[in-house]
C-alpha cells in the first residue's frame, strides 16, 4: 500500500499536462512548477516581472495549503529564469514569501518555459 497522495486545488492553475499540483509522499510534498496562471481563468497574470513572480508564489502557497503545509514548511525551491538578470527581483519577491531559515534553492537559467513566460517555481516541502 503505498503512502503517496495527490493534492489538488481549484486555488491554483489546474495541471495542463500530465502530471498533478502536487504529490505528497510521507511528510514530504512534491509541487509541480508554477507558472504565473490565474487560477480562476487559466490566463497569464499582467504586469511586469515581480507582479509575475509574485502569482508564482501564490500558485505554491495554495498548493502547499492544500497539502496541509505552508510555504513555511519549504526545505527546497527552485526558480527557472529565461533571464538571469532578473535574479535581483527574485530575491526581493521571495523575501515577502519566507523568513529565515530560508529553504535551500536554486536559479536555473533556461532558453524557454511554457507559454513563453519568463519565471516558473517549484517547491518541496518537509510537513512536521
Not at 486545488?9 to 499540483?21: L, M, R, V
Not at 502547499?64 to 527574485?90: C, H, P, Q, R, Y
Request: a negative charge.
Amino acid at each position: 500500500m503505498s503512502n503517496r497522495q495527490t493534492i489538488h486545488t481549484d486555488k491554483a492553475p489546474s495541471a495542463i499536462g500530465t502530471y498533478s499540483q502536487a504529490v505528497k509522499a510521507g511528510t514530504t510534498v512534491y509541487i509541480s512548477g508554477q507558472i504565473p496562471l490565474i487560477p480562476e481563468t487559466m490566463e497569464l497574470e499582467a504586469g511586469d516581472f515581480k507582479n509575475l513572480t509574485r502569482r508564482c508564489f501564490e500558485n505554491l502557497k495554495a498548493v502547499a495549503e492544500a497539502s496541509g503545509g505552508t510555504l513555511a514548511d519549504a526545505a527546497k525551491v527552485t526558480i527557472f529564469l529565461t533571464d538571469l538578470s532578473n535574479f535581483a527581483d527574485v530575491n526581493e519577491i521571495m523575501a515577502e514569501y519566507f523568513q529565515q531559515p530560508y529553504p535551500a534553492r536554486a536559479a536555473v537559467g533556461v532558453k524557454e518555459l511554457p507559454k513563453g513566460v519568463p519565471v516558473e517555481i517549484e517547491a518541496i516541502l518537509e510537513l512536521k
